[in-house]
């Protein structure tokens, strides 16, 4: 017997059609694993030394590229070219269909998010960073209007290459990752498809016995979760003389499935606290422009928490310390 087939009335065919489109674009989002992987697609842009160690200088820190095996970053690193910036130009217009992802080599960039058809600067990137993979990862138009504010160059990606590499590989850590993040309480209040942006976005990073993940004082670009090991949080008294007199004072300790470095973030202010690994740590690490997009939800746990610290302040000091004192 051969297959039933149910004939369509020709008015609902067209709509039908549409149907079926919309769902493999849906499909191609979600099974990167059968995209092409053969070497015809690999994409190489010879580069001069110097633009060899600029690159790889810009690529240290990208999160995208943390959990990546070496022949895939050498892959990613190949594909990568250089695009020249003038301070007022538009690297990415909010809309648009996403071509490239880039990596900042040098330069200020301001984000515009559009709100009723008006744009708002909703954040900056200063000369280190990445944008530009929204719109390839999910194949949606792009969220952002970025605008160079001084002259400068970035690190582009093709389409392809990304999705055929940093796309397969965020299927790998979704299956990782997925369980963990569902467990983390602080994340309670994000829906589920929002948990599993976090782990698209989030990067591994691991740190040696005594390494030092964050200093007093610094500027602040991401957010820390604890996925093995024990961190050492310790502060510092405000003044030079007191640090002197004082030295550091271990405040906190944190464990799996705890987070750290949110404080700045939230309250846009340097560090308050220097973080230390006690044995190898493992840390799973958001840049600040992803934890602003996909944890406003969580912000209310976060808030509480701090207030918790500026009680322990002022029973360890005698003062808050204005932490989270924004005008302070
Ligand atoms: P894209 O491919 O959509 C624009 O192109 C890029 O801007 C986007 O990827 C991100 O890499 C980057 N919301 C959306 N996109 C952002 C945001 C952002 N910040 C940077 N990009 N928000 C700002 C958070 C500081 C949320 C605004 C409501
Ligand atoms: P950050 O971005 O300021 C240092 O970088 C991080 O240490 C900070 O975010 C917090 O995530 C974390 N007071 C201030 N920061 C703390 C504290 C804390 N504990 C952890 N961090 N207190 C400890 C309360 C148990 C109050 C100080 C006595």
């Not at 690159?55 to 594909?79: G, R």
């Not at 990568?80 to 217009?93: A, P, R």
């Not at 610290?309 to 005008?327: C, H, R």
């Amino acid at each position: 017997m051969g297959p039933f087939v149910s004939p369509l009335p020709p008015a609902l065919a067209p709509v039908i059609n549409r149907f079926t489109r919309r769902a493999s674009v849906c499909a191609e989002a979600y099974n990167p694993d059968e995209e092409e992987d053969d070497m015809e697609s690999r994409v190489i842009h010879p580069k001069t030394d110097d633009q060899r160690n600029r690159l790889q200088e810009a690529c240290k820190d990208i999160l995208l590229f943390k959990n990546l095996d070496p022949e895939q970053m050498s892959q990613v690193l190949d594909a990568m070219f250089e695009k020249l910036i003038e301070g007022g130009e538009h690297v990415i217009d909010q809309g648009d269909d996403g071509d490239n992802f880039y990596v900042i080599d040098r330069g200020t960039y301001d984000i515009y998010v559009k709100c009723d058809g008006v744009g708002r600067c909703v954040g900056t990137y200063d000369n280190r960073g990445s944008f530009g993979e929204l719109a390839l990862m999910y194949n949606t138009p792009r969220a952002a209007t970025i605008i160079a504010t001084s002259p400068g160059a970035v690190w582009g990606l093709d389409r392809l290459t990304f999705r055929r590499i940093i796309v397969k590989n965020n299927a790998k850590k979704r299956r990782m990752y997925e369980n963990f993040i569902e467990s983390l309480p602080f994340l309670k209040s994000l829906e589920v498809s929002e948990r599993l942006k976090v782990v698209d976005v989030i990067g591994t990073k691991v740190y040696s016995d005594g390494e030092q993940i964050i200093a007093q004082g610094d500027m602040a670009d991401c957010f820390f979760i604890v996925e093995s090991g024990e961190v050492r949080i310790t502060m510092k008294r405000k003044s030079k003389q007191d640090a002197e007199e004082n030295g550091a004072v271990e405040i906190a300790r944190c464990f799996r499935g705890q987070y750290f470095g949110e404080l700045a973030l939230v309250t846009n202010k340097p560090r308050a606290a220097s973080a230390f690994a006690l044995g190898t740590v493992k840390c799973l690490v958001m840049d600040v422009q992803a934890f602003e997009r996909l944890l406003g939800p969580c912000m209310e746990i976060m808030k509480r928490n701090i207030a918790n610290y500026e009680e322990q302040l002022v029973a360890l000091f005698g003062t808050n310390m204005d932490i989270a004192d924004p005008s302070a």
